[in-house]
């Protein structure tokens, strides 16, 4: 697959493209049933495809001015009879109107694009259901990963892969040669059984999302509740002030730095015990536990999130003087100085504090922006391995430490004022160090030459306790085998 195209499919899916078997397909005559919006997009991706098109409609004539003028628009039974290939755009709860053309559909290759409204909502898939009404035709299940929007505008606005399966090779062949003419990539999935899978991609609701998402709303609850806690409850109980109206803005923006931090923690811990797990075992092919394979799966979305929330974070700090409270506050603070007399409150400790926070704030979001554009499809595409290694990976770290001296100066020295302890709570940013300190420190540990040399050699194969052979020259010059421990 070439640099441009999209990521490969999954293992055990083979794509077709550049199968010799192959050949180009433009100029044949194609047939399409139906008169829907997926039929019209399709129609026009193949008339623009150099392909001849016969639409088939039981009302040609008020349907005709909908496709275009290179297309035509006749009965059903007519367009059967003009192509071998044709797309059955049509719903499943519509293929037994289809049964009176029995008889001139024989022999001819039917490309079902449906799919349901639900996963798994019939026992057969709609393909395999589709077969079993024309025996004496061959089914091939494609083209309904695709979008109108996509078949409309072209390849290059949406998913280029085209999943295809049947039952019959040479079948699969002439759709994948049509896909290909169109400047999709045919996948092969296999055999017809592979069609209720397909069917159901397209109704699947960000699946990789689920988990991640689940995460973050849960880190940022428990956050909010600490921070409200520290923040509202605390002055409310103590004080007996009213300080709820810092929840929109204040107790947000102080727990979102917290998620966003955790979260891009959590992108690389799972590296972390992956290499202790590796250490430990002294082999790279023991599995590690499921938890640990699907943390590592999910590492992408994680750090998208924790972007996410850094994101929001900016915003709203920005937006902070925009407060009426925080107008209030800043003249009940001119009018306490006035009556104290005070004429200079300048702190210079606060405001190098200040400056430097806000400063290395901005270059952890610049990194962390350059992490999430190379996580596009597109642009991650566009780089070689080691390229998108060196940014994920360096640069990805690299944002951390910067992120943990954004939060070290914001506490600066407050985690030893004891006023900062609410109901004997510590701040919010000492319990957000954990994980970040923890990763950084086994960074370190791993990036010793004895252990970075003892992974690395696991990570090229070497296992401990396999025997390997050896050559050892003699006292005569003859050389003589022998065996030892690869962990010696």
Known sequence: ?????????????????????????????????????????????????????????????????????????????????????????????????????????????????????????????????????????????????????????????????????????????????????????????????????????????????????FLALGLFLCFFTYNLIRQVIHPYIREQKNKLYKIPIEVVNTTLPCVAYVMLSLVYLPGVLAACS????????????????????????????SFFCAALHAVYSLCLPMRRSHRYQLIEMAVKQAVEKKMNIWVEEEVWRMEIYISVGIIALGLLSLLAITSLPSIANSLNWREFSFIQSTLGFIALVISTLHTLTYGWSRAFDENQYKFYLPPTYTLTLLVPCTVILAKVIFSLPCIQQRLLRIRRGWEKGRYVKFVLPSATGEYSSGETSSNV
């Open 1 to 213: 697959m070439s640099g441009g195209d999209m990521a490969k499919p999954l293992l055990g899916h083979r794509s077709m493209e550049g199968d010799p078997s192959i050949k180009p397909a433009a100029g044949r005559t194609i047939g399409v049933l139906g008169s829907g919006d997926f039929a019209r997009s399709l129609a026009i991706r193949l008339v623009c495809s150099g392909f001849k098109v016969v639409v088939g409609s039981r009302n040609p004539k008020r349907k005709a001015s909908l496709f275009p003028s290179a297309a035509e628009v006749t009965f059903q039974a007519e367009a059967v009879k003009k192509t071998d290939v044709i797309f059955v755009a049509v719903f499943r709860e519509h293929y037994s109107t289809l049964c009176d053309l029995a008889d001139v559909l024989v022999g001819k290759i039917l490309v079902d694009v449906s799919n349901n409204t639900e996963i798994n909502h019939h026992k057969e898939s709609n393909a395999e259901y589709l077969a079993s009404l024309f025996p004496a035709c061959t089914v091939v299940k494609g083209f309904n990963v695709v979008s109108a929007w996509t078949l409309q505008s072209g390849a290059r606005d949406g998913n280029k892969q085209v999943l295809i399966c049947s039952n019959n090779q040479e079948a699969k062949r002439t759709v994948a040669e049509i896909a290909q003419v169109m400047g999709f990539t045919p996948v092969d999935m296999g055999c017809m059984r592979s069609a209720c899978e397909i069917e159901n991609i397209p109704l699947r609701l960000l699946p990789a999302w689920k988990i991640p998402t």
């Open 278 to 305: 590796q250490l430990y075992y002294g082999t790279k092919y023991r599995r590690f536990p499921d938890w640990l394979d699907q943390w590592l799966q999910h590492r992408k979305q994680i750090g998208l999130l």
